[in-house]
C-alpha cells in the first residue's frame, strides 16, 4: 500500500512523492534482524570454543570475540535500518538459536558441568561468556544503536 502525499518545493510548486506504508517498510528491516541474528548465532558458536593459552592460562579470546561480533552485527542492522528495537530483535533470534543448539546437541551443553582438578575447564568457561555474553551485548547493541540514532541536540 502507497500513501501519495503533497510537498511543496523550493520554489512554491507542489510535487507528488510517494511514501511507502509504514507497515510493509517494516519487513526488510524485520528480515534483516532475523538473517542477523542467524549469522550472529552460527558464526559465534563456531567461534567462541577457542582458547588462547597464555603462560599456561586459558583464555577464552574465542567467545569474546564471538560476543563482539554479535554485538557489532545487532548494531549494524539497527543502524542500516533506523531502528533501535531491531537490535534488541537481532540479540534475541542470536539468543534463541544459540540455547536451541545448546539444548538439542549431541552432549547439550557439553562441557558446562564438567571438572578438572576442582576448575571448569576453559571450553566450559568460553561457554558460559558466550551464553551470558551474548545477553551483555544485546543490552549493549541496544544502547549504542540508541545513542547512534538519536535526534541530533540544536544550539
Not at 75 to 92: D, H, Q, Y
Request: proline share 5%.
Amino acid at each position: 500500500m502507497e500513501i501519495r502525499k503533497q510537498r511543496n518545493d523550493d520554489d512554491g510548486s507542489n510535487a507528488g512523492v510517494v511514501v511507502p506504508s509504514s507497515v510493509s517498510s517494516r519487513w526488510p528491516g524485520r528480515l534483516a534482524a532475523v538473517l542477523g541474528g542467524i549469522l550472529a548465532a552460527g558464526l559465534g558458536t563456531a567461534l567462541h570454543a577457542h582458547i588462547w593459552y597464555l603462560a599456561g592460562i586459558g583464555v577464552p579470546a574465542g567467545a569474546i570475540g564471538a560476543v563482539l561480533l554479535a554485538t557489532c552485527i545487532a548494531v549494524f542492522v539497527a543502524v542500516a535500518a533506523r531502528s533501535v528495537p531491531l537490535a534488541a530483535l537481532t540479540g534475541v533470534v542470536a539468543y534463541v538459536l544459540v540455547g536451541l543448539t545448546a539444548s538439542f546437541s549431541a552432549g547439550g551443553v557439553i562441557a558446562a558441568g564438567v571438572e578438572l582438578d576442582g576448575a571448569v575447564p576453559p571450553v566450559g568457561v568460553a561457554g558460559y561468556v558466550w551464553v551470558v555474553g551474548l545477553a551483555v551485548g544485546t543490552v549493549s547493541a541496544v544502547a549504542v544503536s540508541w545513542w547512534a540514532l538519536r535526534p541530533p541536540r540544536r544550539r
